[in-house]
């Protein structure tokens, strides 16, 4: 057998998708499988999204610029002095999805070996993008008895070495919903300055924020352009996941000028993604609003079954749609394959995503599971009702083995 890379060999499994095997095989079997394991928004997108794909005129789908086309930059500059960051259009250059926005800017911006600070639980595709560009991820630990809120300014010195070139926050945050204030961004800022770091700023989720406190940008903190790489995407915002639209901003000219040739490397983003996502500027406030709206109703009704159950514990996400749980289960890697091979009620089960894939410290997660309140509140109640039943049945079970 041929060998692979030493790289290869080093990829982690996605915990979002690594069970996709077993959830096709329960679904094969005639199992409905609720899926709280991903953030798949079930909301429509926007009709002003779908029509601009489907009215479009063109003749020929040619290469878009490696920047992202001229007027996608321009409305996405217009979106963003809307909500208070002044930017052009050389500010901001299309990728294809958020990742590749976190992949190329990491890429720009570190070097082999060098550390990336991130708050624990994490985003767990910044795993696989570090080992992508062997940058070294640094966990702060956040607590979820605090909602896992922005832990002291020591906390972080302590974990910068000569080696630290940055840090990475996201706001509001995945996987655990929390939204960071403008006293805890400037904590950031002061330590960025202080230590010459970049701080990325992936702010995907920024409309889904359910505090009367508004969405506070770190593109909106003073004299950090040098500092700041902002991650955006169209995917969570208006429900085009799909399309694989993101985009990388920053207004330090040297950087972007590197991040352009990076993006010149893999020719350009999808032509009828941008499309898309052009379209979907022109969605009306309205819409935010529903959205809004439902996800509030969604997000309430989930803590509270959950934090009615016997040993589980749920924080109350402030933003975004996900939330880290606490269960009563020694290795929840265990419980969410057990849940899809073994376990269904009714003709149901629930698949969810282990949180130790969210955490860089090994042993740390292991009796928790990050879920999303993406389904309906009908389905929800399905789910919830049926993740009861499998907690208590899997409880026995480990009764009667040590028995």
């Given at each position: 057998?041929?060998?692979?890379?030493?790289?290869?060999?080093?990829?982690?499994?996605?915990?979002?998708?690594?069970?996709?095997?077993?959830?096709?095989?329960?679904?094969?079997?005639?199992?409905?499988?609720?899926?709280?394991?991903?953030?798949?928004?079930?909301?429509?997108?926007?009709?002003?999204?779908?029509?601009?794909?489907?009215?479009?005129?063109?003749?020929?789908?040619?290469?878009?610029?490696?920047?992202?086309?001229?007027?996608?930059?321009?409305?996405?500059?217009?979106?963003?002095?809307?909500?208070?960051?002044?930017?052009?259009?050389?500010?901001?250059?299309?990728?294809?999805?958020?990742?590749?926005?976190?992949?190329?800017?990491?890429?720009?911006?570190?070097?082999?070996?060098?550390?990336?600070?991130?708050?624990?639980?994490?985003?767990?595709?910044?795993?696989?993008?570090?080992?992508?560009?062997?940058?070294?991820?640094?966990?702060?630990?956040?607590?979820?008895?605090?909602?896992?809120?922005?832990?002291?300014?020591?906390?972080?010195?302590?974990?910068?070495?000569?080696?630290?070139?940055?840090i990475v926050v996201c706001n509001p945050n995945n996987p655990t919903g929390y939204l960071y204030s403008r006293k805890e961004l400037e904590q950031l800022a002061a330590i960025a300055k202080k230590h010459r770091l970049y701080l990325f700023a992936d702010e995907v989720y920024r409309e889904f924020c359910y505090?009367?406190?508004?969405?506070?940008?770190?593109?909106?903190?003073?004299?950090?352009?040098?500092?700041?790489?902002?991650?955006?995407?169209?995917?969570?915002?208006?429900?085009?996941?799909?399309?694989?639209?993101?985009?990388?901003?920053?207004?330090?000219?040297?950087?972007?000028?590197?991040?352009?040739?990076?993006?010149?490397?893999?020719?350009?983003?999808?032509?009828?993604?941008?499309?898309?996502?052009?379209?979907?500027?022109?969605?009306?406030?309205?819409?935010?609003?529903?959205?809004?709206?439902?996800?509030?109703?969604?997000?309430?009704?989930?803590?509270?079954?959950?934090?009615?159950?016997?040993?589980?514990?749920?924080?109350?996400?402030?933003?975004?749609?996900?939330?880290?749980?606490?269960?009563?289960?020694?290795?929840?890697?265990?419980?969410?394959?057990?849940?899809?091979?073994?376990?269904?009620?009714?003709?149901?089960?629930?698949?969810?995503?282990?949180?130790?894939?969210?955490?860089?410290?090994?042993?740390?997660?292991?009796?928790?599971?990050?879920?999303?309140?993406?389904?309906?509140?009908?389905?929800?109640?399905?789910?919830?009702?049926?993740?009861?039943?499998?907690?208590?049945?899997?409880?026995?079970?480990?009764?009667?083995?040590?028995?």
């Amino acid at each position: 057998m041929l060998p692979i890379s030493e790289k290869a060999k080093i990829m982690p499994l996605s915990p979002v998708r690594k069970l996709v095997p077993y959830a096709d095989a329960a679904k094969e079997r005639g199992v409905k499988v609720y899926h709280l394991n991903i953030g798949q928004p079930d909301v429509p997108a926007p009709q002003e999204a779908l029509e601009a794909v489907k009215n479009n005129r063109l003749s020929l789908v040619s290469y878009p610029h490696s920047a992202g086309n001229a007027s996608y930059r321009q409305g996405l500059a217009d979106y963003y002095r809307r909500i208070g960051i002044a930017l052009s259009p050389d500010d901001i250059i299309i990728t294809t999805g958020g990742s590749e926005a976190i992949l190329i800017g990491f890429s720009t911006c570190f070097n082999p070996g060098d550390e990336v600070i991130v708050m624990e639980p994490f985003y767990t595709n910044y795993n696989g993008i570090a080992a992508w560009t062997d940058v070294v991820l640094k966990p702060v630990p956040c607590d979820i008895r605090t909602n896992f809120a922005l832990p002291p300014a020591s906390a972080f010195e302590q974990a910068i070495t000569p080696k630290t070139r940055g840090i990475v926050v996201c706001n509001p945050n995945n996987p655990t919903g929390y939204l960071y204030s403008r006293k805890e961004l400037e904590q950031l800022a002061a330590i960025a300055k202080k230590h010459r770091l970049y701080l990325f700023a992936d702010e995907v989720y920024r409309e889904f924020c359910y505090t009367d406190a508004p969405h506070v940008s770190c593109m909106q903190l003073p004299d950090m352009d040098e500092h700041v790489v902002l991650i955006d995407s169209v995917s969570k915002r208006y429900s085009l996941c799909g399309v694989r639209i993101g985009a990388i901003i920053s207004r330090n000219r040297e950087v972007m000028r590197s991040v352009l040739r990076f993006a010149q490397a893999r020719l350009c983003s999808p032509a009828y993604g941008q499309l898309a996502a052009e379209g979907a500027l022109q969605t009306p406030p309205s819409y935010f609003s529903a959205v809004r709206n439902e996800y509030i109703a969604r997000r309430n009704y989930m803590v509270d079954a959950l934090n009615a159950m016997d040993g589980v514990y749920c924080p109350m996400p402030q933003g975004a749609f996900y939330t880290i749980v606490k269960l009563p289960v020694a290795d929840c890697d265990a419980f969410a394959q057990w849940l899809l091979e073994e376990f269904e009620y009714e003709k149901q089960t629930v698949m969810i995503a282990p949180a130790s894939g969210f955490y860089a410290t090994p042993g740390k997660g292991l009796d928790e599971a990050r879920i999303a309140y993406v389904l309906n509140i009908e389905d929800l109640k399905k789910a919830m009702h049926c993740l009861e039943r499998a907690l208590k049945q899997y409880r026995e079970r480990d009764a009667d083995t040590a028995n």
